[in-house]
T-cell receptor, first 115, second 109 residues
Framework: GAVVSQHPSRVICKSGTSVKIECRSL??????MFWYRQFPKQSLMLMATSNEGSKATYEQGVEKDKFLINHASLTLSTLTVTSAHPEDSSFYIC???????????FGPGTRLTVT | GQNIDQPTEMTATEGAIVQINCTYQ??????LFWYQQHAGEAPTFLSYNVLDGLEEKGRFSSFLSRSKGYSYLLLKELQMKDSASYLCACMDSNYQLIWGAGTKLIIKP
């Protein structure tokens, strides 16, 4: 149990375009979802925390107008990278947790390359 | 401020034992996690400690000392597939995970 999927697993887009990444909890209801970014040889950096039905809470330095997060249901959260630039190229990972549970279950990640 | 420290890289021999240390300073503490991450993949859960002591799970064990702000992950009978990064993460008073930079473990035959 506690499986999280992400789609797409890899995406290449041109500079200036927008990319949407989906994160789904397949067999549980995720009251909270987290979006992370990881650059090569670095640790996970939390971008934002989203609770179902409410606005996401962004970490300091993360532009909310550039990284749009929608957590419309208890099983789906989306991250849209708007007007992508090459420096946005990274590994984006989502995780989800159930209510009153401490463990975060990670999706397999999405490799974004902006050319 | 909040800080998690762990070694950047360690090397060990197949079949041996290795201990990866993690020290932490966080605002509040609601437990410490160890995750394994292979290159290009998402982290996978290894252990969770919230009380002092040693938790053993097969070849992997995790230890916590809250008074010292210290944890270690012990890997026994190392296998080549254990080559990965090992991430230490603490849950703070807001139940957010604060991540260490990870320790890259290289296993040699």
């Amino acid at each position: 149990g506690a499986v999280v999927s992400q789609h797409p697993s890899r995406v290449i887009c041109k500079s200036g375009t927008s990319v949407k990444i989906e994160c789904r909890s397949l067999d549980f209801q995720a009251t909270t979802m987290f979006w992370y970014r990881q650059f090569p040889k670095q640790s996970l950096m939390l971008m934002a925390t989203s609770n179902e039905g409410s606005k996401a809470t962004y970490e300091q330095g993360v532009e909310k107008d550039k990284f749009l997060i929608n957590h419309a249901s208890l099983t789906l959260s989306t991250l849209t990278v708007t007007s992508a630039h090459p420096e946005d190229s990274s590994f984006y990972i989502c995780s989800a947790k159930m209510d009153r549970d401490y463990e975060q279950y990670f999706g397999p990640g999405t490799r974004l390359t902006v050319t | 401020g909040q800080n998690i420290d762990q070694p950047t890289e360690m090397t060990a021999t197949e079949g041996a034992i290795v201990q990866i240390n993690c020290t932490y300073q966080t605002s509040g503490f609601n437990g410490l996690f160890w995750y394994q991450q292979h290159a290009g993949e998402a982290p996978t859960f290894l252990s969770y400690n919230v009380l002092d002591g040693l938790e053993e799970k097969g070849r992997f064990s995790s230890f916590l000392s809250r008074s010292k702000g210290y944890s270690y992950l012990l890997l026994k009978e190392l296998q080549m597939k254990d080559s990965a990064s090992y991430l230490c993460a603490c849950m703070d008073s807001n139940y957010q995970l604060i991540w260490g930079a990870g320790t890259k473990l290289i296993i040699k035959p």
